[in-house]
């Protein structure tokens, strides 16, 4: 059965309220009575002589029929207080198994990697606005660092898997439909297929991909009925299943729960996990928020479900950023310096042998991503360029602050151009692009010559044109994905060439008897990697640096080989399917035809027999009649079959371009991984 879909709004008042409190005040007094509450009374009285909370745990295992309850509107009437209200008396479903659980000791940003899941045949989900509300409700810790969110591309299981195997995430947040399967005991996510349709995803499924990626803890699902379970098995249930498959802890709703208190429990609930709160004292944190801010008995909707004794699934450490690595003094022999001339006011001399200052301003469009720029800077720094990263910093008073001093103060500034930084630099308020926009913006209004300002990316400029910021202008762009835009950035930045001209030679006295002098030749002399007057013609090790930056790019050809293959066997497996498609129905029409026409023919053979033997004219028309139209059969019959050959023709066509242009793209990465492997060192 699957239950509805979230309301976008819904308000409950205090009739309601003083309900849950009639209703949490029975469970209370049918639970802790006699000497059970006596003992419940000392626990709470020793807890608070220590300065410690009292974890109520509910082992429900031997009476699953009593799971549905909301135990989480416990309601102690004598002092007007819900249990799971406070964080010192938190309430977890617990479950005992025999698996232990050790926190996992992360630095920040906490990583939620996020699926929104709307089939087309299913009630529709306003998924952008689900989305842009998630995004909204972290903006802020995002930007502090706190906390990564990434959105799945597509909301499959397929999707899912293969996310999971490139990247490490902490956090799972489903948001979606949900059920519970009563024919098979069995708690449902129901997913898109690859067509779009739904496809409901059994928590077993679900369980076994979620469970071999270690560095994630938790899993929130935002659907109906996530927390619903089975009234005889223990694990029957989308959360439960999740537990028993190896996450340490689930959290999910027993009810619907409105838009608003889905953005407000999301940010609580974050931020608590990213101070180094246990899991459970984060979600008395965020029902906290729920009571204050909504208004609503909504704080009780959202069910845990832990097998970690101590709450404690992370080691929450203050986010340890990158120490600057040590910049190491141009290299006088690497490239030859020419003689100062006159350039642009803020930049460095050409042939100066001082570290430039750089600043790079980019987004953090992924984890991937953050660590390329990363690396990146690392490499810059290696070869000289004193670079200014915010993964350097452990937290400047004003950040605003610091990127104004980054920038004004820099020689060169660095944008890694994105789609997603571009629009993060022009419509995203509140984001650190943003506020680096407005800054060069300020920079270029004083200081019009584009000379300091340097964009590049990870792609070449045709295909990453759309996420150059138009009041770039001409600016240089910079492809550092590849070895030879990484040395010409290089260049650029130590305002050394990278070919050098050869000094001329004095011209020759022209020969008496009007002889001309012997003609000139003309060498282009191109940088080696040795030093230049050495003669040597062995180029020097590449540096750690870059032999990661090689590494790196032939990691991402690999990725792009692997794609072009899967595409190829996409392919060729749909034109397998449209050529059958073709074919039988290139068979079945005509047949049909055929046959309507046969028995048409053999009974009109016979009325007009009976005519002819009446000896009546309409007998010789009729036949005359039948004549035709059995050769309008015929013809249709023909014509048909010559379409469907024309089509099949057609496709054979366009599979053969096809599939040629995929073999040359494969043979061309192909190319690639070699050309890139080969400018490895050898071992």
């Keep these: 059965r699957i239950g509805r879909p979230r309301r976008s709004t819904r308000r409950i ?14 469970l209370f007094s049918a639970v802790f009575t006699g000497d059970v509450l006596a003992c419940f009374r000392m626990s709470v009285e020793q807890a608070s002589a220590q300065d410690a909370g009292l974890r109520i745990r509910l082992r ?17 009437a004598p002092l007007n207080r819900f249990l799971s209200l406070s964080t010192e008396t938190p309430v977890v479903r617990y479950l005992d198994l025999p698996e232990r659980v050790q926190p996992l000791c992360v630095e920040l940003p906490i990583r939620v990697l996020v699926m929104v899941a709307s089939p087309n045949d299913y009630p529709p989900l306003d998924v952008e606005v689900e989305w842009s509300k998630l995004k909204d409700a972290l903006k802020d810790l995002e930007a502090d660092g706190r906390v990564i969110l990434e959105r799945l591309p597509t909301a499959t299981l397929q999707g899912l898997q293969r996310r999971l195997r490139r990247e490490s995430c902490h956090v799972f947040h489903f948001i979606g439909h949900g059920g519970f399967s009563e024919q098979h005991a069995d708690g449902l996510l129901v997913l898109e297929g690859n067509t779009g349709r739904a496809d409901p995803v059994s928590s077993q499924y679900l369980g076994a991909l979620l469970h071999d990626h270690r560095p994630l803890r938790v899993a929130v699902l935002n659907a109906c009925e996530g927390a619903r379970g089975g009234r005889t098995d223990p694990f029957a249930g989308t959360a439960q299943s999740l537990v028993q498959q190896g996450i340490p802890a689930v959290i999910a709703m027993q009810f619907e729960i409105t838009d608003e208190a889905a953005v407000i429990f999301a940010h609580e609930l974050y931020l608590s996990i990213a101070d180094g709160c246990a899991i459970d004292t984060a979600l008395g944190e965020a029902r906290k928020a729920l009571f204050s801010q909504v208004s609503e008995p909504e704080w009780g909707t959202p069910v845990l479900y832990m097998r970690a004794s101590d709450g404690r699934i992370f080691d929450v450490t203050n986010a340890q950023k990158q120490q600057h690595p040590p910049i190491r003094a141009p290299d006088r022999e690497a490239r030859p310096a020419v003689p100062a001339n006159s350039g642009s006011p803020s930049s460095p001399a050409k042939g100066s042998l001082t570290s430039p200052r750089v600043y790079i301003s980019y987004s953090w469009d992924s984890v991937a991503h953050k660590q390329r720029v990363l690396e990146l800077s690392n490499a810059l720094r290696g070869d000289g360029i004193e670079t200014h990263l915010d993964q350097y910093e452990v937290g400047p008073p004003s950040w605003k602050q610091w990127q104004r001093q980054q920038i004004d103060a820099g020689d060169f500034v660095l944008m890694v151009c994105t789609e997603e930084y571009r629009r993060w630099l022009e419509n995203e308020p509140g984001r650190g692009a943003h506020t680096d926009g407005e800054l060069i913006r300020e920079r270029l209004a004083a200081d019009p010559d584009h000379g300091w300002l340097v964009s590049l990316g990870f792609g070449i400029y045709r295909e990453n044109r759309a996420a150059i910021p138009a009041f770039v202008g001409d600016a240089d762009y910079y492809n550092v994905a590849h070895h030879d835009g990484y040395q010409r950035l290089l260049a650029r930045l130590l305002g050394q060439p990278l070919v050098v001209a050869p000094p001329v030679s004095r011209p020759h006295a022209r020969a008496s008897g009007g002889q001309a002098a012997p003609e000139i030749g003309l060498t282009v002399l191109e940088q080696a990697k040795s030093p230049t007057n050495s003669g040597s013609e062995d180029p020097s090790p590449p540096t750690p640096s870059k032999v990661a930056m ?52 053999f009974g009109a053979i016979g009325v007009g027999i009976v005519e002819l033997i009446g000896l009546r004219g309409e007998g010789i028309q009729f036949l005359v009649a039948l004549f035709g139209a059995t050769t309008s059969t015929v013809y249709v019959r023909a014509k048909i079959r010559r379409g469907y050959s024309a089509q099949l023709r057609r496709l054979h066509q366009e599979s053969a371009k096809a599939l040629e242009n995929l073999e040359a793209s494969e043979v061309a990465v192909r190319s690639k991984v070699a050309s890139l492997r080969a400018k490895l060192p050898s071992p």
Aim: zero cysteines; glycine letters at 4%.
């Design 60 to 76: 429900l295992s031997e009476t699953p029929e009593l799971a549905d309850l909301p135990w989480e509107y416990l309601y102690n």
């Design 13 to 26: 008042g205090a009739t309601e309220m003083a309900a849950v409190k009639i209703f949490g005040g029975r």
């Design 550 to 601: 090689l590494n790196d790019e032939i990691r991402q050809a690999e990725r792009d080989l692997e794609t072009v293959r899967q595409t190829n066997a996409k392919t060729r497996d749909e034109i397998s399917v449209r050529e059958q498609e073709i074919k039988q129905r290139s068979l079945f029409f005509p047949l049909l035809l055929a046959f309507f026409g046969t028995l048409v023919f």
